[in-house]
């Protein structure tokens, strides 16, 4: 089976910076996608970056030129660089990997930006 594990989550000042890691378990790691999702109280989660296996990668508009998403296929691991952070990217942010057209989720790590 595959397991999904996110961290580097916590509390940071707006303007500073964060970075997450996913690190996929398992077997075999053969994925089509890797991407991190986001979901903040009371509203959907909603996709901020993902990447496919050869690089190619597509942001959300509301993290363009703040966030950069890379993997490192040798280590079965996926990032997240967060920079200038704000108080709107206060959230649950999750790891999704798509191996052979199954998705697999994290349980997620907290990003919290407060003054």
């Known amino acids: 089976q595959v397991q999904v594990v996110e961290s580097g989550g916590g509390l940071v000042q707006p303007g500073e910076s964060l970075t997450l890691s996913c690190v996929v378990r398992?077997?075999?790691?053969?994925?089509?996608?890797m991407g991190w999702y986001r979901q903040a109280p009371g509203k959907e989660r909603e996709l901020v970056a993902d990447?496919?296996?050869?690089?190619?990668?597509n942001y959300a508009d509301s993290v363009k030129g703040r966030f950069t998403i890379s993997r490192d296929n040798a280590k079965n691991t996926a990032y997240l660089q967060m920079n200038s952070l704000k108080f709107e990217d206060t959230a649950v942010y999750y790891c999704k990997v798509r191996v052979f057209s199954t998705d697999y989720w994290g349980q997620g790590t907290q990003v919290t930006v407060s003054s």
């Open positions: 990447i496919t296996h050869f690089g190619a990668t």
């Open positions: 398992g077997r075999i790691f053969s994925s089509d996608d």
